[in-house]
């Protein structure tokens, strides 16, 4: 099955301990990319890959990191979270990074940083 | 930079009532515009999209036109079901297509 998996689906957290979530799609794509979602800001792309190796900025990278060192995976790294990175993250691909691509969403990491 | 306006919500409706979503944009150029919903608990999805002007996206009884003219994009279904109960986002990619830029979402729920 075409899929966009993300890992783990929950996470609490403590301020100040590193993670990452993993983000892995099957479907060949070129594209990936880091969404947050949070109530009433809708959702804001926070890093996005145009393929292996080449990443850049979206809105709101600030506290992120990204690395896209196979086409399947595009891990986003917290290295010193805060609370105000509570938030429910969704990772997305799509075949290239053309206009007219719509995007596969995988089914979000909800992060809890106390 | 690229924006994306939806109207606020949340939207309450009952079975068979019409459904109107309204979404307006700002970018540069020609972007795709596309439709996005999200069911509780689950990722987006794309539910249609149009990539250019006067195109009309159509999914399970939804509609929308790319109205270049008044940089609109807004959502319609004719008869909404409980099923349609979800949150809806207004999504643009633009020239830099890396980027995607998207509404702030609006919750529909329907009532049978």
């Known amino acids: 099955e075409a899929q966009v998996t993300q890992n783990p689906r929950y996470l609490i957290t403590v301020t100040g301990k590193k993670l990452t979530v993993t983000c892995s799609q099957n479907m060949n794509h070129e594209y990936m990319s880091w969404y947050r979602q949070d109530p009433g800001l809708g959702l804001r792309q926070i890093y996005y890959?145009?393929?292996?190796?080449?990443?850049d900025k979206g809105d709101v990278p600030e506290g992120y990191k990204v690395s896209r060192k196979e086409k399947r995976n595009f891990p986003l790294i917290l290295e010193s979270p805060s609370p105000n990175q509570t938030s429910l993250y969704f990772c997305?691909?799509?075949?290239?990074?053309?206009?007219?691509?719509?995007?596969?969403f995988g089914p979000g990491t909800r992060l809890t940083v106390l | 930079g690229n924006s994306v306006t939806q109207m606020e919500g949340p939207v309450t409706l009952s079975e068979e009532a019409f459904l109107t979503i309204n979404c307006t944009y700002t970018a540069t150029g020609y972007p795709s515009l596309f439709w996005y919903v999200q069911y509780p608990g689950e990722g987006l999805q794309l539910l249609l999209k149009a990539t250019k002007a006067d195109d009309k996206g159509s999914n399970k009884g939804f509609e929308a036109t790319y109205r270049k003219e008044t940089t609109s994009f807004h959502l319609e279904k004719g008869s909404v079901q409980v099923s349609d109960s979800a949150v809806y986002f207004c999504a643009l990619r633009g020239t830099n297509a890396g980027k995607s830029t998207f509404g702030d979402g609006t919750t529909l729920t329907v009532k049978p």
């Open positions: 997305a691909s799509s075949p290239t990074g053309g206009t007219q691509n719509e995007q596969f």
């Open positions: 890959s145009m393929n292996v190796e080449v990443t």
